[in-house]
C-alpha cells in the first residue's frame, strides 16, 4: 500500500482526448496555486464540483531507515494544478479553501498541447523526474520508439541523456531518460 495513494487526477477523463479543448470561446485554461500540499484536495473539491481539471501526479520510491522501499503517488508540479472552465465555475475554484491563487493562461492552444504530452507521458509507466528549473538545450522530436511524435529538449546529464517536456507556462518540466531513440532537431 503506498504512503501516498494515487488518486483521481484527470476530470473529466477524457478532457484531454477532447478535440476542441483549447479552443473554445466559454471554456479556458487557468493555472490554480494551491496553498501548501493540498493540490490532491484541490482535485477532489473540484470533481465533487464537476469542473474540468488536470492536477498531474507521478510514483515517487524512497527507502526507509531500515531499507524498505516506500511508494507514494506526489503531484508532479507542486502547488500547481490546471483547471479548464467557464468563468462561473472559475469563481466556484477559487473559493475552494485549496486553492491560494488562480492564474491566467495567455496561450490555451499551447497549454493544451503541453498538457496532453504531459498526460501521455505520464501514461507510459517510465520513471519521470521533476525539472524545476529548465536548462537551455536542443529542442527535438523524437521520431522512433515508445516516444516517437514526443517534443522537448535534450539535457546532460552524467547518467545520459533525458528528454525534457516541459509546460511553458509554469518554466517547468518533466524528463525521461533517453535509450537508443532517433532524434530530429526542431528548427
Known amino acids: 500500500m503506498p504512503i501516498l495513494a494515487r488518486e483521481p487526477e484527470l476530470y473529466p477523463d ?3 482526448d477532447r478535440p476542441e479543448v483549447g479552443t473554445e470561446a466559454s471554456h479556458r485554461w487557468w493555472v490554480v496555486h494551491t496553498k501548501p ?4 484536495a484541490l482535485a477532489r473539491y473540484l470533481t465533487e464540483l464537476h469542473i474540468g481539471h488536470y492536477v498531474p501526479q507521478m510514483e515517487q520510491k524512497t527507502r526507509s531507515p ?3 522501499t516506500r511508494v507514494s503517488f506526489v503531484p508532479m508540479f507542486t502547488s500547481y494544478g490546471f483547471v479548464y472552465c467557464t468563468a462561473d465555475e472559475r469563481m466556484k475554484a477559487l473559493d475552494t479553501y485549496a486553492t491560494a491563487n488562480l492564474l491566467e493562461v495567455k496561450d490555451n492552444e499551447q497549454l493544451t498541447f503541453d498538457l496532453r504530452q504531459i498526460r501521455r507521458l505520464s501514461l507510459t509507466g517510465q520513471i ?3 525539472e524545476n528549473r529548465l536548462e537551455p538545450g536542443m529542442p ?3 521520431t522512433s520508439g515508445p516516444f516517437t511524435g514526443f517534443e522537448g529538449r535534450i539535457l546532460k546529464r552524467r547518467t545520459g541523456d533525458h528528454l ?3 509546460v511553458n507556462y509554469l518554466q517547468r518540466g518533466i524528463s525521461v531518460e533517453l535509450g537508443d531513440y ?3 532537431r526542431l528548427t
Open 14 to 16: 477524457d478532457l484531454l
Open 37 to 40: 500540499r493540498q493540490e490532491k
Open 66 to 68: 531500515k531499507g524498505r
Open 128 to 130: 519521470l523526474t521533476p
Open 140 to 142: 527535438v522530436r523524437i
Open 164 to 166: 525534457l517536456v516541459m
Open 182 to 184: 532517433h532524434l530530429e
